[in-house]
């Protein structure tokens, strides 16, 4: 059984650029959560979907930033005009069921602007 | 605001040591509290714990939570190298779906 899939692993955008990070679920699993890890900080909650739904976006920044997880494919979160402030590493993570069970990480994407 | 500390931020041991990491949390309608170990890529999953008082044991591992004094430990016991890690405490709860994390304890063991 496959675990949470992210990719790319390491991406590198330019100050003006579109970030598109993607992430797979484990096989069973309909919840998928991304969080943000800044240097030297705590993961940062941002956003909770499942299939075809954005049920919290409270952590997720209001300009620039959108998450979709469609009926087909993998969760997207995309990132518009990309600044070097956004630069961090990027976890999806998913569960079975809602927020009363562990969630299982992905590798990250680090995303580095320059 | 819902938050979550740990302590200590970081520790060196050595080989054979015990260590107890501590974690504390305000978390408005709290549901669970989870404990991750972080190497260099993802978080993997430990324990979760939402009952006070019962302890979970993985191993040398172990995990309790005192929901009165809102609180965790994770306990290792016989540490080796390998232990050397980033532990990560999250509440589930508050205001938001997603897991409140702390800033972590970074744990380095010494052969």
């Known amino acids: 059984n496959a675990g949470v899939m992210q990719n790319p692993r390491h991406l590198v955008r330019r100050r003006g650029q579109e970030a598109r990070l993607r992430c797979s679920p484990m096989?069973?699993?309909?919840?998928v959560y991304w969080y943000r890890q800044l240097p030297e900080e705590g993961l940062k909650f941002m956003v909770y979907?499942?299939?075809?739904?954005?049920?919290?976006e409270s952590g997720m920044p209001k300009e620039r930033f959108s998450a979709e997880f469609p009926k087909e494919g993998p969760s997207i979160l995309r990132i518009q005009q990309v600044v070097r402030g956004d630069s961090a590493a990027y976890f999806c993570?998913?569960?079975?069921?809602?927020?009363?069970?562990?969630?299982?990480f992905g590798p990250g994407t680090r995303l580095t602007v320059t | 605001e819902d938050k979550v500390v740990q302590s200590p931020l970081s520790l060196v041991v050595h080989e054979g040591d015990t260590v107890t990491l501590n974690c504390s949390y305000e978390?408005?309608?709290?549901?669970?509290l989870l404990w991750y170990k972080q190497e260099k890529k993802a978080p993997t999953f430990l324990f979760m714990l939402?009952?006070?008082?019962i302890e979970k044991k993985s191993g040398r591992l172990s995990s309790i939570l005192d929901k009165k004094e809102l609180f965790s430990i994770l306990n290792i016991t016989a540490t080796q190298t390998g232990d050397s890690a980033i532990y990560l405490c999250?509440?589930?709860?508050?205001?938001?779906?997603?897991?409140?994390f702390g800033k972590g304890t970074h744990l380095i063991i010494q052969p």
């Open positions: 993570a998913s569960s079975p069921q809602t927020l009363i069970g562990e969630q299982y």
């Open positions: 096989k069973g699993h309909s919840h």
């Open positions: 979907l499942q299939k075809e739904n954005i049920i919290d």
């Open positions: 978390v408005t309608n709290f549901r669970s």
């Open positions: 939402t009952s006070s008082g």
């Open positions: 999250a509440a589930a709860g508050g205001g938001a779906d997603g897991l409140t």
